[in-house]
């Protein structure tokens, strides 16, 4: 592998190396390693937690279900039991000093800005997801955080909602499989991870409001595997609810997804957090499963102080702050003081935040490790993730890699010098530095190459194509050795004109799909004017390229790629490092092929309660396009390498109620390279209808030129199982299942059978 894979994988080395072991930081039952459900773990302290119960007073209690700041909670200074401080940001440590909103104002205070979830997604490969958590664990220990307010796993299913960059997938296998080893990298670090936003957060716009209708079978396959895998494999100590309703009840304080899923089938030990202001009844949240409200007051968002308080009720009452009036503060006092009754509720909530609280070592004596902020080897990992992130959609006639020799390079497009990690709502981060694309290839190419920039469109709201603008890239091209067109999607930056310029950003869903700005007639016209351009886009999701893509040659999906995604970008576009990224979700060739435009459920349905019934069911990404014969722009777990693999023959060795599929993959061409080889299921005859196709498996495999490795997977039980609304319970049918393996959901290479 190049050089820059290498240094990576010794930074990387050096890094696991250096985590603290369970054994290392807590007393852990041989019998709690080996169960299945990771859970276990949180309960070795549960006679600390009893004994420190019995010393809290009802006041006491109550302070510690709810925030006291923006992101502080809790604390009890006479028992010794200190404030849980979060830190939002899924990909990179928020830039909060202390309690409040406020970014820092030194750079060097800047974490270190990971790519976005969807690129880790992109990588399919789980000792990232492992690396990339352990980097969000370290920042966190060393910014005093507590818990990570991350990973975000809500499954793509709308291609307009507007933090689908936060996102993973549309498909819950590989959601399950990256979340689990990012939970575990940042917990490995004795910093709790919070998954969410649970359950069915599928869009921004009306998210406060929205009641989501959803089949069980639906909600049981695509909408809840992976949240129960980051419970169960990933042992997450905590998990946010969302702020949509689900079935009539405001996900937070939902008896159904809380007690009776979450808490009862799952066996979730931890906390659950609100999102911030998603909690609206204190009974609700009390009795359904609500433990830690979070929220701030506006004015403290838009930059105001810390210290708004309410009006006493009396002259001689005491002045109560914002947050004693949250609805699991003095409303919940009030409520057991009425009712004793409800008093082992709280009791139970107190509970669970102490446990993570031990498993953090914030109480026990234990010590975390000391945590590192913006290492070489934290920024190694932004680069090993943007590098195996970016994906290479289109390269016909082998126009990629671009090679150095070449004298003159256009750089066309905003995109190319945009800073992106301050946008975005709760993903928005301060980060040290970040390379650009247009700093990326300036690094690649160095002095003796000369490098043309032209924006050719303008990022401003309403901005249409400019005659002028597009003039200047269409002489550039001409000009130029090399283009390199760089736009796409962009991020909304300011919390306070999310109307103005969101994009790609938190509490708004985009428009459309299609390149802002008037993007278009830009690209056509580059590529018209020069065939032989690149076109690079960035972005947070699915994006119509329709319009052009017939023109272009070679294109390549880099998403938001971290501080060091111009130099990840450079290295994949001249060949220093071979494309191995593949598809996370589905590129329909136009809006309105994606289910769930197609099926009329997407936008809500106006009126009282704001209604969103997904009529697209279990048909969601790839499961739709495979089984209703429409094809895609670029399929899932498409990708394209600067090399060629050889799928061996297909061993299916089935047991009693499992399988293990075996072949051999040869490196054939002439650059190392990975290949991610997917692994899908088809149930050739079923009682219920079944999608044509489900991802069940995957390993990433890096070869040599002419190398050839085994691939191994198993398939258990739960591999061929449905969902059966009427028992209520998963159901393994007798019969035959095929077993599908290839490069894509559309590139199936090899296929074997089996009978269960």
């Not at 003095?330 to 935040?353: C, G, Q, S, T, Y």
């Not at 090399?643 to 190392?672: E, H, I, M």
Request: glycine share 10%.
């Amino acid at each position: 592998m190049p050089h820059l894979s290498l240094r990576f994988a010794t930074a990387l080395g050096a890094a696991l190396l250096a985590l603290p072991t369970l054994a290392q930081r807590a007393p852990v039952p041989a019998k709690a390693l080996a169960s299945t459900n990771r859970q276990t773990l949180l309960l070795n302290h549960e006679a600390d937690i009893t004994a420190l119960l019995a010393k809290l007073t009802l006041e006491e209690k109550v302070h510690i279900l709810h925030a006291n700041s923006a992101f502080a909670a809790g604390g009890v200074e006479r028992l010794g039991i200190p404030e849980i401080m979060t830190s939002d940001g899924p990909h990179g440590v928020r830039p909060e000093q202390g309690r409040n909103w406020k970014p820092p104002v030194d750079a060097n205070d800047a974490s270190t800005y990971l790519p976005t979830n969807n690129t880790l997604a992109s990588t399919w490969n789980r000792a990232l997801g492992l690396a990339y958590g352990t980097v969000l664990g370290s920042e966190a220990n060393a910014r005093g955080k507590d818990i990570i307010l991350g990973p975000g796993i809500n499954i793509v299913r709308a291609p307009l909602n507007g933090r689908n960059f936060e996102y993973l997938s549309e498909d819950p296998y590989l959601v399950a499989q990256m979340a689990t080893g990012y939970i575990r990298g940042v917990q490995s670090q004795g910093v709790s991870a919070c998954v969410k936003h649970y359950a069915l957060n599928n869009q921004e716009t009306h998210r406060d409001d929205v009641d989501v209708d959803v089949s069980e079978r639906a909600l049981r396959e695509i909408y809840l595997p992976g949240f129960k895998a980051a419970v169960q494999q990933g042992g997450v100590y905590s998990l946010m609810g969302s702020y949509n309703k689900v079935r009539g009840t405001y996900a937070t304080e939902n008896a159904y997804l809380m007690n009776t899923i979450l808490k009862g089938e799952w066996g979730f030990k931890g906390l659950v957090m609100s999102d911030w202001g998603s909690v609206h009844n204190t009974d609700e949240a009390l009795r359904n499963g609500t433990d830690l409200e979070m929220g701030t007051d506006l004015a403290l968002m838009y930059g105001g102080t810390d210290q708004s308080t309410a009006t006493a009720s009396t002259a001689n009452a005491p002045v109560r702050s914002y947050y004693d009036r949250f609805f699991l503060a003095d409303p919940a006092l009030a409520a057991v003081k009425k009712d004793p009754k409800l008093l082992p509720l709280i009791d139970d909530k107190v509970r669970r935040i102490l446990r993570v609280m031990y498993a953090t070592d914030m109480l026990g004596g234990t010590k975390r490790p000391a945590g590192a902020f913006n290492t070489k080897a934290h920024q190694a990992t932004a680069l090993k993730v943007a590098e195996e992130g970016i994906v290479l959609l289109k390269n016909e006639g082998h126009l990629l890699p671009l090679s150095k020799q070449v004298k003159t390079v256009a750089v066309i497009g905003a995109n190319a010098d945009r800073l992106n990690a301050m946008g975005g709502g709760s993903g928005q981060l301060k980060a040290k530095y970040e390379v650009t694309p247009l700093q990326g290839l300036k690094n690649e190419l160095g002095s003796g190459v000369t490098i043309n920039y032209v924006p050719g469109y303008t990022i401003a709201r309403d901005q249409q194509a400019d005659a002028q603008q597009i003039a200047q890239a269409v002489a550039a091209a001409k000009a130029a050795d090399a283009v390199v067109y760089v736009g796409g999607s962009f991020h909304g930056y300011d919390y306070t004109k999310w109307s103005d310029n969101a994009y790609d950003a938190e509490a708004v869903d985009k428009p459309d799909l299609k390149l802002p700005f008037g993007q278009d007639a830009l690209v056509q016209a580059v590529l018209t004017a020069n065939p032989r351009t690149v076109v690079v886009l960035l972005g947070g999701g699915p994006i119509e390229t329709s319009a052009w893509v017939g023109q272009a040659k070679a294109v390549v999906e880099a998403w938001y790629p971290g501080m060091e995604g111009g130099n990840a970008l450079a290295h994949i576009l001249f060949g220093d490092v071979n494309p191995s990224g593949k598809l996370p979700f589905t590129f329909p060739k136009q809006l309105a092929d994606a289910p769930a435009m197609k099926l009329g459920e997407y936008p809500s349905t106006p009126g009282n309660p704001l209604k969103e019934t997904y009529k697209d069911d279990i048909w969601v990404g790839y499961r739709y396009y495979d089984t209703y014969h429409v094809a895609p722009q670029f399929a899932f777990g498409h990708g394209l390498s600067y090399t060629s693999f050889d799928y061996g023959k297909l061993t299916v060795t089935p047991g009693p109620q499992s399988a293990t599929v075996r072949l051999a993959v040869r490196n054939t061409g002439k650059t190392a390279g990975a290949e991610v080889v997917q692994l899908y299921m088809h149930d050739v005859k079923s009682s219920v209808k079944r999608p044509e196709k489900e991802l069940k498996g995957f390993e990433k495999v890096f070869l040599k030129p002419g190398e050839s490795k085994t691939v191994t997977m198993q398939l258990p039980a739960d591999a061929f199982k449905y969902y059966d609304e009427a028992k209520k319970q998963w159901v393994l049918e007798p019969g035959q299942f095929e077993v599908l393996v290839g490069s894509a959901s559309d590139d199936i290479r090899q296929r074997g059978s089996l009978t269960l």
